[in-house]
């Protein structure tokens, strides 16, 4: 299944070859030397390294294809529109596997619609569309907190405590972090986390959508805490940063660190979140390194 959105798009994949990045190194090239022919560019499309994560068990992946297909009414702006709205808007939106999903476009032929749709609770094949629209369209109405809890801290996989566990000790194992001697210059060349990644953790942990970072709200941090992430574990100037929050100068990106700072200072709830998205940085930059390591 897959949600493309403006600046970036959600796949569930299934992967019984082990063979993701192979997959998604062919369909990134595939895809950038299309879109650089049929708009006349060059260069690179997409930014920095994909993220993904591995799921078990049946109730995790259908939440998790909940959160997927809902990413179009998450937005600042859909979240404005009443509940009717809404769904009408999910089940009109062209750029997603959900319409075939619930049968209101035709299937998609690169999309396996069996095993997802079997995992509802619909006493037969035929109302499995219509179950899946059920508990897809409540999920509008009640944010799966929980689900956003598990994403937010865990960048390898989505599942029970005990099978993060697991993973957790696989990738360690595969990695070997308590066999081998660290490479201090590669570990050097894999502090920096794309900018794109950073606004994402950003916005996961102080529970807001990206499409809030370009707009100006008065009192609000959320600009100025992703300018220092920006700064910090991007490597950005403060001008650079600006790019990615609607700021024109660099100047006007340092009296928002400024405000930062102060309000860090007098508020102890301000430093508790910076602490806790740097946390979540480096443990996304952490799990990056561990796979260069062990991919070299």
Known sequence: ??????????????????????????????????????????????????????????????????YIHLNPVFTRAAKKLDLRERIDMLRRYRWSSYRSYIGRSAPLEFVDYAPMLAMTKA?????????????????????????????????????????????????????????????????RRSRKLAPERVIEIVCSQLGVDREEVVC?????????IVAKMLCRYSGLTQRQAGEYLNLSTGAAVSMQLKALAAAAASKGKVRKQLATIDKAIQAEIEAASEAARYEN
Request: a positive charge; glycine letters at 8%.
């Open 1 to 66: 299944m897959f949600c493309l959105m403006t600046n970036h798009v959600h796949l569930m994949v299934e992967t019984p070859a082990g063979n993701l990045s192979e997959f998604m190194h062919r369909l990134q090239t595939a895809y950038s030397v299309y879109f650089n022919l049929r708009h006349s560019r060059s260069g690179h499309l997409f930014q920095g390294r994909f993220g993904a994560r591995v799921v078990r068990g049946e109730d995790y992946i259908l939440r998790l294809a909940r």
């Open 216 to 224: 100006q709200r008065k009192g609000s941090l959320l600009r100025p």
């Open 123 to 187: 006493a037969t094949k035929a109302k499995r569309p219509a179950e899946y629209r059920k508990f897809v369209e409540a999920g509008i109405a009640e944010t799966d907190k929980d689900l956003q809890r598990i994403m937010a801290t865990s960048p390898l996989a989505i599942g029970s405590e005990k099978f993060k566990h697991w993973v957790r000790g696989v990738h360690d194992k595969l990695s070997g972090k308590h066999s081998r001697v660290e490479d201090v210059t590669l570990r």
